[in-house]
C-alpha cells in the first residue's frame, strides 16, 4: 500500500529561497518539497503539497487531510507560535503530524521558543535546514507504518 503524506507550509514559506538566505538558505520551497517528495518515493510514498499564507485557510487543509493523507509533515511558519486553532485543529484530525521547521527556533528570538504545535504532533523537526523536511517525511512514514504495525 503506497502510503499518501501530505505536505502543509503556512506564511511567508513561499519566499524561501529569497527571505532571509542567511537564515533559511537560498533553496525554493519548491525545490525543498521536490527533494521531499524524491524521498518520500524512495520510501514508497506519494507527497502532496499546499502552501498558503492564511491560518483560516491552513486549519481547513488539517481539517481535510484525512480524507486525503495518512500523515502530515507540518511547517506552520510563525503560526507555530501563535495558532491554538493549528494546534486544535490537529488534535481533532487525529492524523500523525510531524513539524518540521528549516531554521531552529530555539536559538532564535525568545518568542520563536514555543510551539503551540508541540502538545498535539507526534514531534519535531528542526535546524537541518531544507534537509528537514526530507527528514520529517522519512520520520512520518516511519511513525505511520509502527502505528499499521502495531494495529495488526
Known amino acids: 500500500m503506497t502510503l499518501r503524506l501530505l505536505a502543509l507550509d503556512g506564511p511567508n514559506l513561499n519566499l524561501l529561497g529569497r527571505r532571509e538566505p542567511h537564515i533559511y538558505g537560498v533553496s ?6 521536490a527533494r521531499a517528495a524524491r524521498r518520500a518515493s524512495e520510501l514508497g510514498a506519494t507527497l502532496e503539497h499546499e502552501q498558503t499564507n492564511s491560518e483560516a485557510r491552513l486549519v481547513e ?17 510563525a503560526l507555530t507560535h501563535s495558532s491554538w486553532a493549528l494546534a486544535d485543529a490537529i488534535a ?11 531554521s531552529n527556533p530555539a536559538a532564535r528570538e525568545p518568542f520563536r521558543h514555543q ?28 511513525i505511520i507504518r509502527s502505528t499499521a504495525h502495531e494495529a495488526t
Request: charged share 15%.
Open 28 to 33: 525554493s520551497l519548491e525545490e525543498i518539497i
Open 61 to 77: 487543509l488539517i481539517q481535510g487531510a484525512a480524507a486525503r493523507a495518512d500523515g502530515v509533515v507540518l511547517n506552520a511558519g
Open 92 to 102: 481533532a484530525v487525529g492524523l500523525p503530524v510531524v513539524e518540521v521547521h528549516v
Open 115 to 142: 510551539s503551540t504545535l508541540g502538545r498535539v504532533v507526534r514531534g519535531s523537526i528542526a535546524g537541518f535546514g531544507p534537509r528537514s523536511y526530507e527528514l520529517a517525511v522519512q520520520a512520518l512514514v516511519e
